[in-house]
């Protein structure tokens, strides 16, 4: 009996250590494939956008937003992730941007998170009509919150608009640890999102929900 339990046991731990094993082959993939769609360069789309959309968290991003706000007399900027009390007039001044007219077209957020950044500039954007917009955020953070904006968003035109941080390498981004930190931890982000929001298709519709039940329950 003992020596049955051991194999059983065996068994068990063989089995678990491949599927970790294909797991990782996965992940692996997955990391590859997340790495061939970062942004490698400022070449950006030169569509004309009704607004810009700032995520803030990183250096560069409120500065572009700005300098692309002023190029463009008709444009709106939403500024999303500022702390709960920033003003117009203090972004502007922190940015070192010149006229203070250009506060009239900003708008700014309070979200804390790539999730929030994407419903709060999906409430804004239909409060003022936006068909079109440009999202200005880093690029190793792009596809993250492309999913993220893509999700809430479906019928507006995102265009993405890459900032590259200083202290960002990505080229070989892998021989440089803090580099690869940062992008290690955005894939697994993106990982969450994706599962997370195919969890809500699945909630939000209850065809796949009752068939996902019933398939459980070993009904055709």
């Known amino acids: 009996m003992a020596r049955r339990n051991n194999i059983y046991q065996a068994s068990i731990l063989r089995n678990l250590f491949i599927g970790l094993f294909i797991a990782l082959g996965f992940w692996v993939i997955g990391l590859v494939k997340f790495d061939g769609v970062i942004p490698i360069d400022g070449e950006t789309n030169k569509v004309q956008t009704q607004a810009i959309v ?5 250096s560069g991003r409120l500065d572009e937003g700005l300098s692309l706000l002023a190029k463009d007399i008709k444009a709106l900027l939403f ?3 500022v702390y709960e009390g920033n003003e117009v007039r203090h972004l502007l001044k922190f940015s070192k941007q010149g006229p203070s007219a250009l506060g009239t077209r900003i708008a ?5 998170n790539t ?3 994407a419903l709060e500039t999906g409430a804004w954007v239909i409060r003022n009509g936006i068909q079109s ?6 690029a190793y953070h792009m596809p993250r919150s492309l999913l993220e904006f893509e999700n809430v968003l479906p019928n507006t035109l995102i265009i993405a ?3 590259f941080p200083k202290h960002v390498k990505q080229a070989r ?3 440089y640890p803090g580099t690869a930190t940062i992008v290690i931890g955005e894939y697994n982000k993106l990982l969450l999102v994706w599962v997370r929001q195919k969890i809500e298709v699945v909630i939000k519709n209850p065809s796949i929900f009752n068939w996902l039940v019933n398939l459980n329950m070993g009904e055709n």
């Open 54 to 58: 700032v995520l803030t968290g990183g």
């Open 161 to 163: 608009h890459p900032i």
């Open 79 to 81: 500024v999303s992730g």
């Open 173 to 175: 981004w892998w021989a």
């Open 133 to 138: 917009l440009r999202l200005v955020t880093a």
């Open 108 to 112: 700014i957020g309070n979200a804390t």
């Open 115 to 117: 999730h929030e950044n």
